[in-house]
């Protein structure tokens, strides 16, 4: 279910960004030069807030799998943490 709401969030986010962009090129009277950075720099800012409030609604992260520095799993009987180098 959650990955249909993400789905469903993203394509949301990129009409809507689009939206966004075209009103300010309506502001400027002028297509945009660096349209795609600007496009890119909406959607950016949209997704990571809009993703995030998902998240906090959902009660938090459900990716926290408890991993160690390395990225292995933790066990009971690791004391420390091990650093790869």
Known sequence: MEILLF???GILLYFVSDWILL???DYFGR????????????????????FN???FMQGGSSGDTGSTVTGAPATSNEGEM????
């Open 7 to 9: 789905t469903v969030a």
């Open 23 to 25: 009103r300010i090129e």
């Open 31 to 50: 297509r945009l030069e660096y349209r795609t950075l600007v496009f890119f720099a909406i959607i950016l800012v949209l997704s990571i807030s809009l």
């Open 82 to 85: 091990k650093r790869t180098e």
């Open 53 to 55: 409030l998902i998240q």
